[in-house]
């Protein structure tokens, strides 16, 4: 499955630079898997295109990441709240990003 999933500059800045490989998410509305494709979209665009991030090469929202772990609740209960869960988070090649990018704007 693929998610389209908004992200505030900073973490977006972190997870393009490489140092985020994770994300924390409530699992309301969207269920994660391990094989799942994920997009970002950022979501306070004033910071993200003044700084022309969206014109560099590296920007998120080109992006495609692959999702190989995720840890719920059940597996820890002590450090996953309920409702929420872990997942890691791999970004693709860019042949692949573009494909997925472009299908999950349609």
Request: aromatic share 16%; glycine share 6%; net charge negative.
């Amino acid at each position: 499955m693929i998610h389209n999933l908004k992200i505030k500059k900073a973490y977006a800045d972190a997870i393009c630079a490489g140092v985020k490989t994770f994300e924390v998410r409530r699992e309301d509305d969207k269920h994660f898997e391990e094989g799942d494709i994920i997009t970002f979209k950022v979501t306070d665009w004033d910071e993200y295109y003044k700084h022309g991030f969206w014109e560099a090469s590296h920007g998120i929202e080109r992006r495609a990441y692959f999702v190989p772990y995720v840890l719920r609740h059940e597996d820890f209960p002590e450090g996953v709240p309920e409702g929420y869960c872990v997942f890691t988070i791999s970004p693709l090649p860019d042949e692949l990003a573009r494909y997925y990018t472009r299908e999950a704007k349609k």
